[in-house]
């Protein structure tokens, strides 16, 4: 946990807060707290389903546990209600969106990327990728502007949603971002998946494999080796082992590989680079 639950700070009563464990954003109030009096209290996370409380050494009364239960219940409806209001408000505005934009000729990012433009749209100057579910219906977008930062619209679904590109024969790999699923694409030729973080790599191996229930999924690790814990790599491992898929690891051997160098894109860049100077 990154900061305690400030249990000083709330009053008896019922809280939202953002969750100590995996709230990014202060605005993100995930978590509920019931503070039943000064010495007892529990917060529970609605999204990464941590749960921690306060109390003294008396062991809490059935009245207590039953008012905490009923309590929290109510929160938790209250946080859902707001998520789908929030996912329902982003879905709208990125079809607003999607309509209002153009198809792309050029654009910064992919010049820089070297790769191509593969059911993406332009807005302003920014690239739109769609974010849709299994059904191809479009929840979010995830914005690429000209020096590569990405965002999704506030609110918006991602979990289980992905953007494909090709058709699948067979094999479908799931990646990450865009750039390093359009270098697989391009390359191999292969159906593609792009999940958008290391996160969503269980969720839409998932979701594809209840669409496919044969083809074979192979997941395309991005290789954080410079990270603690190697979050891509740790995620990818688990996606495949998850869904019977197979995991495709970037091999950097005899490149010279930067600190940040960590996927199949930063792969092709420097094999090209080690080519182009011998
Ligand atoms: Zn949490």
Known sequence: MTHPIPWHELEPGDHRICCPACGTKPRKKDMGVTILSHDHGIAHCFKCGLIVSKRDERELSDTE?????????????????????????AAAEAGLRWLASAPVLD????????????????????????V?????????????????DKRFLFGGRVKGCYHSIGRPSGLIVIAEGYATASTIHEDAG????VAFNSGNLLPVAKALRAKYPCIDLYIA?????????????????????????LLMKPDFNGLQRGPKDSDFNDLKRLIQEKEASQ
Do not use: C, F
């Open 221 to 245: 690790a991005d290789d954080d080796w410079t990270t603690p814990g190697n979050p891509g790599l740790t995620a990818a491992t688990e996606a495949a082992r998850a869904v019977g898929g």
């Open 132 to 148: 849709r579910d299994s059904n191809g219906v479009l929840h979010s977008l995830q914005t690429i502007d000209r020096s590569g």
């Open 190 to 193: 292969s159906a593609v998946a």
């Open 65 to 89: 546990r039953k008012a905490y239960k009923r309590r929290m219940d109510a929160l938790r409806k209250q946080h859902d209600a707001e998520q789908r209001e929030r996912q329902a408000q």
């Open 107 to 130: 654009h910064p990012y992919l010049t820089a990327k070297g790769v191509k433009a593969h059911g993406l749209r332009v807005l302003d100057g920014v690239l739109l990728v769609p």
